[in-house]
């Protein structure tokens, strides 16, 4: 299968611990994105890369969340001194921009963050 | 980006039509529709976009009105496959930031 793959898909751990969360997408695409979702949400958007430059960060981003695409391959998220409020989906998005047109979003299957 | 409107929820029988309405009465000139959908515990799916012509592809139809402040995702022959939470997001294809911008969206339940 050669679509976005995210990893752990699962994670629960204690208030105050960090988590980081990996994201490969589409191989060709050049795009990355970060998404966050909670229950009866739809997803909400926190940050995107193009190659390895981020380009957007949402105000949801606090300074507890870092998101890195080194390579502009993977991408990882990362939460330090996670809250019970982070608790969510945290999905991954890939596109494939060339000239001014920007492709649809690919999803992955997301990685579900539970902080107890 | 345009602010959408769905009902909250809908419901069909297997095999007929689902007819998902969307307004987005302040959809400007450079904005597309698109339709997006989210099984229960998977990533959401790309269904079909467009601008002012109707399009359709293998998964759906999609019926843009002609001035364009509403729209319908017309699933021909719905499956019980076919449950899932539908997202109507307007948006410009050449914005720089090239996010979705999701709201609650439809939750559709096929039933047998």
């Known amino acids: 299968d050669t679509g976005v793959s995210q990893d752990p898909r699962h994670k629960i751990t204690k208030r105050g611990q960090n988590v980081t969360f990996r994201c490969d997408p589409i191989?060709?695409?050049?795009?990355l994105y970060w998404y966050r979702q909670t229950l009866g949400q739809g997803p909400e958007f926190l940050t995107y890369?193009?190659?390895?430059?981020?380009?957007?960060k949402s105000r949801l981003l606090s300074d507890r969340f870092s998101a890195e695409r080194p390579k502009g391959s993977f991408s990882t998220l990362e939460i330090q001194r996670t809250e019970q409020g982070d608790s969510a989906m945290y999905l991954c998005?890939?596109?494939?921009?060339?000239?001014?047109?920007?492709?649809?979003?690919?999803f992955g299957e997301g990685s579900r963050l539970t902080v107890l | 980006d345009a602010k959408t409107t769905q009902p909250t929820s809908m419901d069909c029988a297997e095999g007929r039509a689902a007819n998902l309405p969307c307004n987005h009465s302040?959809?400007?000139?450079?904005?597309?529709v698109y339709w997006y959908r989210q099984i229960h515990s998977q990533g959401p799916q790309y269904i079909i976009h467009?601008?002012?012509n109707n399009e359709t592809n293998e998964m759906a139809s999609l019926i843009i009105t002609e001035d364009r402040k509403s729209s319908t995702l017309i699933l021909p022959h719905a499956t019980l496959r076919d449950t899932a939470v539908y997202y109507c997001?307007?948006?410009?294809?050449?914005?720089?930031?090239?996010?979705?911008?999701f709201g609650e969206g439809t939750q559709l339940t096929v039933n047998p």
């Open positions: 890369f193009q190659n390895e430059a981020q380009l957007e």
């Open positions: 998005a890939s596109s494939f921009r060339q000239g001014k047109n920007t492709g649809e979003l690919f």
């Open positions: 191989s060709e695409h050049n795009r």
């Open positions: 997001i307007v948006r410009a294809k050449e914005t720089s930031g090239s996010r979705l911008t």
């Open positions: 467009g601008l002012k």
């Open positions: 302040t959809i400007s000139g450079n904005e597309y």
